[in-house]
């Protein structure tokens, strides 16, 4: 009995670090992005996970760029950063998104399609 109850703890512990930390969904008129991440984003790098549907269908082998941005504000510069997502299946694709500081970051996901045409869906994240 005491083993079953530690085996039962364990996998709810396993199951807490599955859950992520951060989600949102972003929309164009025929994709949908779902924004996740394993640990809260933070001032600095995060990985976010990008699940994209077009058409409600998951894509493959499409080309996927992140841009964050964040415009210029009385006494600060215009800030940006632009990475390319890596393909993990399923339709989802993978990204470090650098955040240099707190505030609300635009965030355009590029995505070209392996064939068929270039779109874009806008986004935007509070920090
Ligand atoms: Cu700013």
Known sequence: MKLLSILL??????????AAAFEQEAKSKSAVVKLSAEKPLVVGNNTIVFEIKQDAKAT????????????????????????AAT????????????????????IHIFVTPKDGKKYRVKTSINL
Do not use: I
């Open 87 to 106: 393909e993990l299946g399923n339709g989802k694709y993978e990204s470090v998104v650098n955040f240099s500081m707190g505030g609300t970051w635009q």
């Open 9 to 18: 703890g364990l996998s709810f512990a396993l199951t807490g670090l599955n």
């Open 60 to 83: 493959t082998g499409d080309t996927v760029t992140v841009k964050a941005f964040m415009p210029a504000m009385p006494g600060m510069p215009y800030m940006e950063n632009k990475e």
